[in-house]
């Protein structure tokens, strides 16, 4: 029986997306590479040329940077981007008092 041909999915924005959110986190590739137990050379792959991460280290990606995988496979724009996530997340650990200084 011949093989179904599948287009493969391009995770470059993927990518791209997690390397601006560990920018913004000031946090070094090999920072992120030791507490994931990978390879650097594996997550700068993912950032800079698309590789496809395993199921494992996609989903930790997107909770380590409170990424949201629906604006990467659904046709349909999410209710909050990446950004705004990562915002209600910074302020989902902010006390009270402290967003009113």
Same mark, same amino acid.
Request: hydrophobic share 40%.
């Given at each position: 029986m011949a093989k179904r041909p599948v287009e493969k999915y391009d995770f470059k924005a993927f990518g791209q997306a997690i390397k601006n959110a560990r920018k913004e986190s000031k946090? #070094?590739?090999?920072k992120v #590479?030791? !507490? /994931? +137990?990978? =390879? &650097?050379? +594996?997550? *700068?792959?993912? !950032?800079?040329?698309?590789?496809? &991460? #395993?199921?494992?280290? =996609? =989903?930790?990606? /997107?909770?380590r940077y409170h990424i949201s995988v629906d604006q990467f496979l659904l046709d349909t724009p999410p209710e909050k981007d990446t950004k705004r996530r990562q915002?209600? *997340?910074?302020?989902?650990? /902010?006390?009270?008092?402290g967003l009113l200084l």
């Open positions: 946090e #070094s590739r090999k #590479s030791d !507490e /994931m +137990y990978i =390879f &650097p050379r +594996y997550l *700068a792959n993912i !950032e800079n040329n698309g590789q496809h &991460p #395993s199921l494992q280290i =996609f =989903f930790e990606l /997107m909770l915002l209600d *997340a910074l302020l989902d650990d /902010m006390s009270d008092t």
